[in-house]
């Protein structure tokens, strides 16, 4: 039976490509010359720190503008709330990697409004969907990339 897998992941290295032109951007803007201002990636964290409200607002755009560039979706990207540390300002954006259980559900639960002749199974951080045709599985592609899910989505795995 034909199935796929359904999954939100982000390619790290693009990533550590993306912070990395985004602090390469940060140096030659005149706007950010002589400011404390820069970017470090931990793990599954990106860590920004500037000087002003404003200049943290600014390096989200760049960086979501950087990770458009490198072909990351920037709704994988979940920001934090700013914290005060002495004279800088700090804000953490997390990279949202996997299916939370509350929007794996929620996914199951639009396949089986559709009466599709598909069945959707929880695996994890993913999503199985299994069916007798592959034009099931495509249509069933279809509807997830319309729906307006909070993550983005990417489909791997496809067998026959």
Known sequence: MPTFDVVSEVDWHEV?????????ELSTRFDFRGVDARFER???????TAEADIQLDQMIDILRSKFVARKIDPRALDVAD??????????NVRIQQ???S?????????IKDRKMKV????????????GKKRDDLQEVMAMLREAELEVPLQFNNFRD
Request: aromatic share 0%; no cysteine; charged share 30%.
């Open 82 to 91: 700013q914290e005060h540390v002495g004279k800088l300002l700090h804000r």
């Open 16 to 24: 550590t490509n993306a912070v990395d032109q985004a602090n390469r």
């Open 102 to 110: 509350l929007l794996a559900k929620k996914i199951v639960k639009m």
């Open 42 to 48: 931990n793990d599954e964290v990106i860590r920004l």
């Open 98 to 100: 996997g299916i939370e």
């Open 119 to 130: 069945q959707a199974a929880i695996q994890g951080e993913k999503l199985r969907v299994t």
